[in-house]
């Protein structure tokens, strides 16, 4: 006589993967809420034309993308603004002139602070070579993060 297998072990390892999947989408929605916020008042900071307020805050992290956290952190350091007035329709023109006599080297990205969509981005802005897959991975999180802001809203850039 042939005894039946039992489906009990199969169910139980869907509800775990069901459950890990859930506590997944849940860590990700927390992450997003802490790493992009609404400041409580509004925050001042010194930047490329004196000083301003931002009127949010994001907190970059240095964790994923250690070489461009690293380089924000020195070039804020360095006099950088850490403000960043988003002019999406300026970002190219920043490019140009941030990027202007600054050759490319064969393994590399030229990464700027601020960046060309700032509106404190472009000329005098602080380049470093860094990781292709650094920098392209943190601009694409950056750009993902800043996604609802509209032109002329300003970001208060904090590397954790």
């Not at 802490?34 to 009127?55: H, I, L, R, Y």
């Not at 970002?91 to 393994?107: D, I």
């Amino acid at each position: 006589m042939k005894r039946k297998k039992k489906k009990v072990p199969s169910l139980i390892l869907l509800v775990i993967v069901l459950l890990c999947l859930a506590y997944q989408q849940l860590h990700q929605q927390l992450h997003q809420q802490s790493t992009t916020e609404k400041s409580q008042q509004p925050v001042t900071a010194t930047t490329n034309n004196g000083s301003t307020t931002s009127e949010h805050t994001l907190y970059f992290p240095k964790d994923r993308f250690p070489e461009t956290g690293q380089h924000i952190k020195n070039a804020i350091a360095s006099g950088e603004s850490s403000i960043c007035t988003i002019d999406r329709k300026q970002a190219e023109e920043n490019r140009k002139h941030s990027l202007k006599g600054v050759p490319t080297k064969k393994g590399y990205d030229r990464d700027e602070w601020p960046m060309a969509m700032c509106a404190e981005g472009g000329t005098g802005a602080d380049i470093a070579y860094i990781d292709p897959s650094d920098n392209r991975g943190a601009g694409s999180w950056v750009s993902n993060q800043l996604e609802k802001y509209e032109d002329g809203t300003q970001i208060l850039f904090i590397v954790k």
